[in-house]
């Protein structure tokens, strides 16, 4: 299970068919709410404030959708219509009042709107970009930790995700940084349309 934040309201966390395996559930279990998915989000969210201070104070939406070989990722955004939610960990006063949910599971399946991959070889990248043409996405590309990382934004049915994603696996892999990170600590090649920019560039 990783987490990481994503804004001041916002954690993505990772979690590997590994770790369900470990929990006992099954990858189709993840959209019913049983007691084994409620725990796991309970321990999600536990691990959430434990690393990086996110505390679930007042109403949140859920949003997952999962990868075909890395696993599940789920979004968990807290929305500020309640006393105790939309400030950050700390500064809640004594009169207000905290609220929590007590049967949040992973119901919401939904797709992804961006997707961020590493390539180590621009050889490599070259080649996912031959393929990732077709799809009617935006893409821009940085150098950041030692690789290109192209980001990838897009209205994709979720099954158009998984099959972008099995393309570019073969080549790459899933990032491990945010499209936020790149934008303030990345080297930015292309800022916008890198994939026809990258095959303009480098013709075969």
Request: glycine share 6%.
């Amino acid at each position: 299970m990783r987490v990481e934040r994503i804004a001041r309201d916002k954690v993505r966390i990772f979690i590997s068919y590994d770790d369900l395996e470990e929990r006992g559930i099954d990858r189709d279990e993840i959209w019913h709410n049983g007691k084994k998915v409620q725990d796991l989000f309970w321990d999600m969210m536990e691990t959430a404030y434990m690393e990086v201070g996110f505390d679930i104070a007042g109403p949140i939406s859920v949003e997952a959708f999962t990868m075909p070989t890395e696993g599940v990722v789920v979004i968990v955004t807290r929305i500020p219509s309640m006393p105790g939610a939309g400030h950050d960990d700390g500064d809640y006063g004594d009169e207000e009042e905290t609220y929590f949910e007590r049967d949040h599971g992973f119901s919401s399946r939904s797709a992804p709107t961006h997707m961020v991959m590493a390539f180590r070889d621009l050889d490599d990248l070259l080649d996912a970009c031959k393929t990732l043409r077709q799809y009617p996405v935006h893409t821009s590309l940085y150098h950041h930790d030692g690789a290109y990382q192209l980001v990838i934004h897009g209205d994709l049915r979720p099954d158009q995700w998984e099959e972008v994603f099995s393309i570019l696996v073969e080549y790459g892999e899933m990032s491990r940084l945010t499209s936020w990170v790149l934008e303030e600590y990345g080297k930015v090649i292309f800022a916008d349309h890198a994939v026809e920019q990258l095959l303009r560039n480098f013709p075969t």
